[in-house]
């Protein structure tokens, strides 16, 4: 089937006698038994819950992927990923993550006998020296990465990591699967932060994990089960709502993302005084973007989230409190735009030393709104800017 018709049409209630057309909220922790066993068919919603499961299937079809599981949060799911290690296991991430990726990998991991190596996954030889073969089980990166978009080459790290004896973890929230599947690149295993674009509407946490590999899909079911990790039913029942609109969103979104980012690095090649204060633009959708080529092969279009440098904290600071459409507020790929200083807000929990971020960054989400009034937001709040001090 055409992924616009995926979307839309697959069984919205198995076995429903009603045959509901929108997925029932099973809203119920327990479940009556024919008889005194827990064999088959569900029993309490923390282990399985008929809701959850028509989001898990949606999710699996989307990324191509055998089995997925939904989790309370995308940190949920990474937590739940990190549970197949063992005291002693070795993991090698990128070096531009998700700040709560730093902490979990940085903070939690070390506790638990697991040591973590970060290495710029756009550099494949860089990456492929970290791995300690038979001792790395798991390389984890994110591709564009967030907010610099740097480019990975997904197949690869694949064939780097299997070469060690590691999996390899792709964080698809930035892209979401309508962009990009990594399973189909050589990754073992997608993982998502649901909250941004897949749910799209700025209203859930849950994330996700998809794989292909069956023995994984029932170690990763089991730690979930065990530590109550999974997605609630009203939750699954909003995110498998926005889930329906993923293609119309995302398409609208990167159409107007294209036009802003194209605008800004206008701006940041013009001479005026207020047009320094876009220094550099970072959206692999521009034409001189250095990972273009790989990001082509492996990703079907830029996506809605551009990053720009002003040249001062204080300059992206006033920047912010001037725009007046785009809301200051973490996270991303809602339809609504937002801003966001990430050294002081999403990424504030990664070590100062491992910082690959410049401090002034500032990151744009963008929504479904008119592109015309996102520029003109843009410009008006660049314009009553105090004019550029620093040299030229
Ligand atoms: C937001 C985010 C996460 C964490 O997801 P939550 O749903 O906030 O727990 C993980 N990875 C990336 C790339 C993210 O943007």
């Known amino acids: 089937m055409d992924p616009w018709t995926e979307l839309v049409r697959f069984d919205a209630c198995p076995g429903d006698p009603h045959r509901p057309t929108s997925t029932p909220i099973y809203q119920t922790a327990t479940f009556e038994r024919p008889d005194a066993s827990c064999e088959g068919g569900y029993d309490y919603t923390r282990s399985g819950n008929p809701t959850r499961s028509v989001l898990e299937g949606q999710l699996a079809r989307l990324e191509g992927a055998a089995h997925a599981l939904a989790y309370a949060s995308g940190m949920a799911a990474l937590s739940g990923l990190v549970r197949i290690l063992r005291a002693g296991d070795h993991v090698v991430a990128g070096t531009d993550l998700y700040g709560g990726t730093h902490r979990l990998l940085g903070q939690i991991l070390p506790r638990l006998g697991v040591a973590v190596t970060h290495a710029p996954a756009t550099d494949p030889v860089a990456f492929a020296a970290a791995i300690r073969p038979g001792t790395t089980k798991l390389a984890l990166i994110e591709t564009p990465s967030n907010p610099l978009q740097e480019v990975a080459d997904i197949r690869r790290l694949a064939e780097i990591a299997r070469a060690g004896g590691a999996r390899l973890a792709v964080d698809n929230s930035l892209l979401s699967p309508w962009l990009q599947k990594p399973l189909a690149h050589g990754a073992d295993v997608v993982v998502h932060s649901a909250t941004k674009a897949l749910c799209g509407h700025g209203d859930v946490t849950g994330g996700v994990l998809a794989t292909n590999d069956a023995a994984l899909a029932e170690e990763l079911a089991f730690f979930r089960n065990a530590e109550g990790s999974a997605l609630a039913p009203f939750e699954s029942w909003l995110l498998l709502r926005g889930v329906k609109t993923l293609g119309l969103r995302v398409e609208r979104q990167q159409e107007t993302a294209r036009r802003v980012a194209t605008w800004l690095a ?20 521009l034409p001189h973007h250095p990972g273009r080529a790989i990001h082509e092969r492996q990703a079907a279009g830029p996506g809605s989230v551009i990053s720009f440098e002003t040249g001062s904290v204080e300059a992206s600071r006033a920047l912010i409190a001037a725009l007046e459409l785009f809301t200051c507020a973490v996270s991303f790929g809602s339809i609504t735009s937002t801003v966001s200083l990430p050294c002081a807000m999403s990424h504030a929990s990664v070590p100062a030393g491992q910082r690959v ?31 550029a001090r620093m040299a030229l």
């Open 357 to 387: 971020l410049p401090e002034d960054i500032v990151r744009l989400s963008i929504g479904i709104e008119s592109a015309d009034d996102l520029i003109a937001d843009l410009s008006s709040a660049l314009a009553s800017l105090p004019r």
């Open 266 to 285: 206008s701006r940041a090649a013009s001479a005026s005084a207020s047009a320094r204060r876009v220094a550099r633009v970072h959206y692999v959708g």
